[in-house]
């Protein structure tokens, strides 16, 4: 991991042209939101960047967009590792988590505002869908703590800015960060919140992983960064935050006072419904002197979201399905970078060692996962390779034996599923078993040695390098 703070991987980033910069002044309620869509939409994964628009309209601190997620790449600079490590660096995290260390003094605290001085028309948070959102909306990590446990959660929840001094919070029902909030409502007193904006990258690449119920968050993002992060305690309640961020919006969640939130533009591709949410009152922000605003792209996929999600999930599914459920001969986990939480394509490579294994896994994996479709595929078949993985859905499957169909889960985000008669989404999964572990005919192409010896002819003939070598080499080593 990089040592050091968002502000020293976004130098980097912007070394390797994985940022870019707007110095001409912008208006936050219309070019962010636009521009970025164009970044993701129009331009090929490995061709996009993020954002940092130097001059907002109104605003005391730069906007920064779309440059953790910006590509794979960008994704694996944050954890200093190369792309093909990532899986490796998260099973490393998750198996040595840090636990955190509270600092008396912080930078995200060298500037503390109160009472009058709050002010949220002084941050750049812009409006993500111009013309269709409700609002400008903080899309930034959020933190509230289990009042039972002491526990801290930390989640991503979109905040819909309100006024100057309140926002609507976007704690679903079910949500870790709505079941903590909800444990000090029952006690009758208001929930404490905060904002965390612009915290070390491994803060928000751990923060929006589906890390299970009771597991602190930033204990994760301390494995992901290679030391303890370290935390301050709030100035207007007693929540700890990442002491190296750029920005803290503090706060407090009144139990049962509520306000539309919506329309806004969801990670599934359409408007949300407005429904109603959590107020939150803001008791105070801190920040460095000269920060930073970061804000997460999210609305209509692939976004900086997606991309986030699909990466850090697939790596955690890859760990519990090795370390907790004993699945020893997994190898690899891949979540297409469309849909990255909900509803999207999960793939897993594993060795099978019984009939039915790979077929047991997918059902597994459609009860404790959020994908809607599921595919098992050999180890020696690449998860990342839309080309591999075309092939073994022509060759390997057959769909009355090997597709099933699993109903009965919840959807209440999925635009594809109507609601029954009494109002409730459910939708069903597929699991596609695409192993051929049974099957010994051997590949279509001659052994290794011929290949090798025609190369000479290719290569007096002066053609170009072979330039993608990886997936004949694994045809050619296959066992089969
Ligand atoms: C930009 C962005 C916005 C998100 N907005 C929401 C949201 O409003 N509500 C929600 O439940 N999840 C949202 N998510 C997904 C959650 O942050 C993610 O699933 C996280 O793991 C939830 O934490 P929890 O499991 O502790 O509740 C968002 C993710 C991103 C990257």
């Not at 948070?125 to 526990?151: E, K, L, Q």
């Not at 029954?420 to 052994?447: E, N």
Request: hydrophobic letters at 40%; one cysteine or more.
């Amino acid at each position: 991991m990089l040592g050091g703070d968002l502000r020293n991987y976004l130098e980097l980033a912007e070394r390797r042209e994985l940022l870019r910069r707007v110095t001409t002044p912008v208006d936050r309620l219309l070019e962010p939101g636009c521009l970025v869509k164009w970044v993701f939409q129009g331009l090929p994964l490995e061709q996009r960047f993020g954002l940092r628009f130097d001059q907002v309209a109104g605003a005391d601190f730069p906007l920064v967009t779309g440059a953790l997620g910006a590509t794979v790449q960008s994704y694996a600079l944050a954890l200093g590792v190369e792309p093909a490590q990532i899986n490796d660096h998260w099973e490393r995290a998750l198996l040595a988590p840090r636990t955190p260390v509270t600092v008396a003094q912080a930078p995200c605290q060298e500037v503390v505002r109160r009472g009058v001085d709050v002010d949220l028309g002084h941050l750049p948070i812009p409006m993500w869908t111009p013309g269709r959102d409700a609002a400008p909306y903080i899309t930034t990590c959020v933190v509230n703590r289990d009042p039972r446990s002491g526990v801290q959660n930390m989640g991503v929840y979109r905040t819909l800015v309100r006024d100057a001094r309140s926002v609507v919070v976007n704690l679903a029902p079910g949500r870790q960060g709505r079941a903590c909030a909800e444990a000090d409502w029952a006690a009758g007193r208001p929930a404490p919140i905060a904002w965390v904006i612009g915290a070390e990258p491994s803060v928000y690449l751990a923060s929006v992983a589906n890390l299970p119920a009771g597991v602190d968050e930033v204990t994760i993002a301390g494995g992901l960064k290679g030391e303890a992060i370290d935390l301050v305690r709030c100035v207007s309640n007693e929540l700890l935050v990442p002491a190296r961020a750029e920005i803290i919006i503090e706060g407090e969640v009144l139990p049962g006072d509520t306000a539309p939130e919506g329309p806004f533009g969801e990670s599934a591709g359409y408007m949300s419904d407005v429904e109603l949410r959590p107020v939150a009152r803001i008791t105070a922000i801190t920040h460095r002197r000269d920060a930073i605003y970061y804000g997460l792209a999210s609305q209509i996929p692939p976004s900086e979201s997606t991309i986030l999600q699909s990466l850090g999930n697939a790596a955690l599914i890859r760990y519990q399905l090795r370390h907790i459920h004993g699945e020893t001969t997994v190898r690899d986990c891949w979540i297409d970078l469309m849909f990255g939480g909900g509803a999207a394509h999960l793939v897993v490579s594993l060795r099978p060692t019984r009939p039915g294994h790979a077929r047991e896994l997918g059902r597994l994996l459609a009860r404790t996962t959020p994908c809607k479709r599921i595919t098992l595929v050999d180890e020696d078949i690449d998860v990342r390779d839309r080309t591999d993985l075309d092939w073994v859905m022509s060759s390997h499957v057959d769909p009355q034996r090997d597709v099933e169909v699993i109903g009965g889960f919840p959807a209440a985000m999925d635009h594809a599923v109507s609601p029954d008669a009494q109002g409730k989404k459910l939708g069903s999964k597929l699991v596609i078993d695409a192993t051929r572990s049974l099957d010994t005919t051997p590949v279509s192409l001659p052994p290794r040695a011929l290949m090798e010896q025609a190369l000479s002819t290719w290569r007096a003939a002066g053609w170009p390098e072979i330039s993608d070598r990886a997936r004949l080499d694994r045809r050619l080593s296959s066992k089969r």
